[in-house]
């Protein structure tokens, strides 16, 4: 079965650090994975997604993710964090032989001022 | 390009009566999917069609609730009988059949409350 684990309810930073939000998956096959940001009363946004090629994937708003496959991991990064990135941000994987996406409980991102 | 549309946005009903939830997906896209988002949590996929054919659903999705996508365009989301255990955001998703496409693209959502 496949399952995405996000240890982390909330993150903090300080705006202009670098931010890292957690993930880890588990699938039977070769996984396709996501992120997806969600704003307030919003609906799920797409980031970026990792099939197959460069472990590093880059996505929109200076977003990047790297996918570790003997760690199961694809952590969430960003260089130097903005007040507007705070929001709910979900990792998703879908197995290769599947269409349905199973995501994490979600990470809370809080950038200060 | 128009994205995802969902309607209504909100829907309070009590308990007991039906409620029918609509998605447009984004024109050119051939599969189409509900999710169910509780408080605190992520989406919980229901279901998925391609084009109109209904390909997978959810232990989730009871008896009580059915889909449809008449002819391959809108999708329909019936919940009979509600209970306050319905309360949730049902999102609406679709994507594109090609083998450079996987990402699901998602609607604003429809914010269902049972009292």
């Known amino acids: 079965a496949q399952s995405v684990a996000q240890p982390e309810d909330q993150v903090n930073v300080a705006e202009g650090n670098p931010l890292t939000v957690k993930c880890t998956y588990s699938v039977s096959g070769n996984p396709y994975l996501f992120w997806y940001v969600q704003y307030p009363n919003r609906g799920l946004q797409f980031l970026l997604k990792y099939i197959t090629g460069d472990n590093l994937v880059k996505g929109s708003y200076g977003f990047e993710a790297e996918f570790n496959k003997s760690q199961t991991s694809f952590h969430l990064k960003k260089p130097s964090a903005l007040v507007s990135d705070s929001a709910l941000y979900f990792c998703a994987v879908r197995d290769s032989g599947f269409q349905k996406l199973v995501f994490g409980t979600g990470t809370r991102l809080l950038v200060s001022p | ?115």
């Not at chain 2, 019936?78 to 998602?106: H, K, P």
């Open chain 2, 1 to 115: 390009d128009t994205g995802v549309s969902q309607d209504p946005r909100h829907k309070i009903t009590k308990r007991g009566q039906n409620v029918t939830f609509r998605c447009d997906p984004i024109s050119e896209h051939n599969r189409l999917y509900w999710y169910r988002q509780t408080l605190g949590q992520g989406p919980e996929f229901l279901t998925y069609f391609q084009n109109e054919a209904q390909l997978e659903k959810s232990r989730l999705l009871s008896d009580r609730f059915s889909a449809e996508r008449p002819k391959g365009s809108f999708s329909t989301l019936e919940i009979q009988r509600t209970e306050q255990g319905d309360s949730a955001m049902y999102l609406c998703a679709s994507s594109l059949v090609t083998s450079a496409t996987y990402e699901q693209y998602f609607g604003p959502g429809t914010r269902l409350t049972v009292t």
